[in-house]
């Protein structure tokens, strides 16, 4: 028995069989959720019962005391202080808005695939080919979808890439590389001048000028233990 929960382990945790000086590293958060359900601690989708506990079973981080709300080894307090961050990060609208463009760049593009093939500018087999290759690059489109501020530019963003996506599929086809074009030339212009706009998820210091000599620092570290 211990040695399948092991090989499950490895399988997920260590996909190659090429050892190197961070195989002890993984994912953060990541080993929390596996004790938890091991101990038959972590929360399950099932008890979900409002848009709010959806929110923190997908978002919310994978600390400790996300797991220690209830059951046999609740600690007083734990609740409360989930709700409490889940309240002074606004309900991690920031990440949501995140994830909504992300999901957003994949729907205008779908939009113009499939109306390509409305239009017979595609066969079938080619619709089911692109619709599958834009899934699979999706990676590309993650470093756009990473620059986001929970502000006003960013809410309107999202919006903007929806109703292009409606006026792609409505309107036509044509409509699909002026409106992409648009939407990257206002994200260059709003990173260049007024950069807390447009922010990366993680390793941002375009804005944070007093933390670049530390992170190069850092990199140097961390080359000489991953190189």
Do not use: W
């Amino acid at each position: 028995m211990k040695h399948s929960k092991l090989k499950k382990y490895n399988i997920k945790h260590y996909p190659s069989d090429d050892h190197g000086p961070t195989d002890h590293l993984v994912g953060y958060g990541t080993f929390t959720e596996d004790v938890a359900k091991e101990m038959d601690l972590h929360v399950k989708l099932r008890d979900c019962r409002s848009i709010k506990d959806l929110v923190k079973y997908f978002i919310f981080p994978n600390n400790a005391f996300k797991y220690r709300q209830h059951g046999r080894y609740e600690v007083k307090g734990c609740k409360d202080l989930v709700d409490y961050i889940y309240k002074n990060h606004d309900g991690f609208k920031t990440m949501i808005l995140y994830i909504g463009t992300f999901l957003a760049y994949h729907v205008l593009i779908s939009s113009f695939i499939v109306r390509l093939y409305f239009d017979h500018s595609i066969r079938l087999i080619s619709l089911i080919g692109c619709l599958l290759a834009q899934y699979l690059l999706a990676p590309l489109f993650t470093p756009f979808a990473y620059y986001f501020s929970a502000n006003r530019y960013n809410t309107l963003r999202f919006a903007y890439l929806v109703v292009g996506a409606l006026a792609v599929i409505t309107l036509g086809s044509k409509l699909f590389l002026p409106i992409l074009g648009a939407e990257l030339v206002i994200l260059f212009l709003v990173r260049q001048f007024k950069p807390e706009g447009a922010q990366f998820l993680f390793r941002d210091l375009k804005t944070k000028k007093k933390y670049q000599s530390f992170f190069k620092k850092y990199i140097t570290a961390f080359n000489n233990v991953h190189p």
